[in-house]
């Protein structure tokens, strides 16, 4: 009785559009080919996009951590505080990181050839 084995992944077939140069690759070294653009997002805007919303993700605790400290009248706790330092930090980082989800995006228009 014939066995059948584990299905993998069919190679992708070679094509002229999936030579592509090392100038053409990321910050990171990851080059964009056809296998790359299987997604719509390079791996350094998704890294980026990743950390936002991690980042958006601990601002909100904060907000509503900071918020049951007023609503309890612990706003002048030490921990309050240290919530709205972070917080602010936070909101700081905010701005470095969409500059450089702008510059990420920029460069997969680059690597796409549409600039």
């Given at each position: 009785m014939e066995t059948m084995g584990e299905l993998g992944s069919l190679p992708?077939?070679?094509?002229?559009?999936?030579?592509?140069?090392?100038?053409?690759a990321d910050e990171d070294g990851h080059l964009f080919d056809c296998s790359g653009r299987?997604?719509?997002?390079?791996?350094?805007?998704e890294r980026v996009l990743r950390t936002i919303r991690e980042n958006s993700l601990r601002a909100r605790e904060l907000?509503?951590?900071i918020g049951r400290l007023d609503g309890d009248g612990s706003a002048d706790s030490e921990a309050c505080r240290l919530a709205i330092t972070?917080?602010?930090t936070l909101r700081e980082g905010r701005a470095a990181l969409d500059q450089e989800r702008l510059a990420a995006a920029e460069e997969?228009?680059?690597l796409l050839g549409h600039l």
């Open positions: 992708e077939a070679e094509c002229d559009c999936c030579v592509v140069s090392h100038d053409q299987k997604t719509v997002l390079t791996k350094r805007e907000r509503g951590l972070e917080l602010e997969r228009m680059r």
